[in-house]
């Protein structure tokens, strides 16, 4: 059975931190490139950060350069990021992605709430 958990979300003030965590179980998670998407009320779904399996190439939106780091640990199944001067514009629900390397196929998490306020 295929998993996609996130967690990690929470209530943070402005200039906060948080980690997400995705932990992923029931497939091959070294064949799957790894992103995080963001929904806030009203917008679409957004990438936010994508590490590739293979050569480790990661991407990031311009919005969350230098404040934001995904990362992977292939042991775990497990998928990060790492969240750092958090402000209003980044409260969403926070999406962790899976896709396959060789075909189509795709996995979504439940999402879990961030939100940034004072």
């Known amino acids: 059975q295929v998993q996609v958990v996130e967690s990690g979300g929470g209530l943070v003030q402005p200039g906060g931190s948080l980690r997400l965590s995705c932990a992923a179980s029931g497939f091959s998670f070294s064949n799957y490139d790894m992103s995080w998407y963001r929904q806030a009320p009203g917008k679409e779904r957004e990438l936010v950060a994508r590490?590739?399996?293979?050569?480790?190439?990661?991407a990031y939106a311009d919005s969350v350069k230098g404040r934001f780091t995904i990362s992977r640990d292939n042991g775990k199944n497990t998928v990060y990021l790492q969240m750092n001067s958090l402000n209003p514009e980044d409260t969403a629900v926070y999406y962790c992605?899976?896709?396959?390397?060789?075909?189509?196929?795709?996995?979504w998490g439940q999402g879990t709430q961030v939100t940034v306020s004072a």
């Open positions: 992605n899976a896709q396959s390397v060789f075909s189509r196929l795709a996995f």
């Open positions: 590490l590739s399996t293979s050569r480790g190439t990661i």
